[in-house]
């Protein structure tokens, strides 16, 4: 199978209602507004979910994981995870997707279904405040979190091609949202 024919598949974890938490989300969300995304690649919405990620998972050949890490390095730094480091990854628990996402790969390694390539693209949160959208820090560093994803799929094989009709996401008409609200 050539590396164009594997089955890609693109996780966005988070919960979009505690504001930074969700920029996996967000992330893989700019993805699709930004950029025409083929066929052999599946982009999800994995937000909190954890055993429901099975299947997915169980398909695909490469798989990319979008996700808030708390690393204890300064906010906004990103991180990239990939394939024998992301066991290790797994003995301090950085991310609050990681035991669903750990114990998902650890049972497809034993079924030996895990999918060949593994990374995960993280960034460290500002903010876990109970709002919605993302704090500024986050929303500053989200276009580079986009680029590396852009850059992963690259060095998997897949060049995406930018959209002409660029869509508006979520996270700016909530953002928005929330401004209204804080002046009401």
């Known amino acids: 199978m050539s590396q ?3 089955r890609i598949l693109v996780i966005g974890m988070g919960n979009v209602l505690m504001q930074d938490e969700g920029i996996g989300v967000r992330a893989v969300e700019e993805l699709e507004n930004r950029y025409i995304i083929p066929e052999q690649v599946e982009i999800l919405d994995g937000g909190t979910t954890g055993m429901e990620l099975f299947e997915p998972i169980r398909h695909c050949d490469q798989l990319v994981v979008a996700d808030a890490i708390n690393t204890g390095a300064p906010y906004g730094t990103l991180v990239r995870i ?6 290790a990854f797994f003995q301090t628990k950085i991310s609050n997707h990681q035991l669903g996402l750990s114990d998902l790969l650890a049972l497809l390694n034993l ?8 990374v995960i693209i993280g960034m460290v949160p500002h903010s876990l405040e109970n709002k919605l959208g993302l704090s500024k820090e986050a929303a ?9 994803l852009v850059m992963e799929l690259a060095d998997l094989g897949i060049d995406l ?14 953002a928005e949202l929330e401004k209204m609200a804080s002046c009401a």
């Not at 500053?140 to 590396?148: F, P, S």
């Not at 091609?161 to 909530?174: A, K």
């Open 140 to 148: 500053a560093g989200l276009d580079k979190m986009v680029e590396n």
């Open 4 to 6: 164009t024919e594997k």
């Open 82 to 87: 990939a394939n024998d480091e992301v066991p």
């Open 111 to 118: 079924k030996a279904e895990a999918p060949e390539h593994v």
């Open 161 to 174: 091609q930018q959209r002409d009709d660029r869509r508006i996401g979520h996270w700016h008409r909530e």
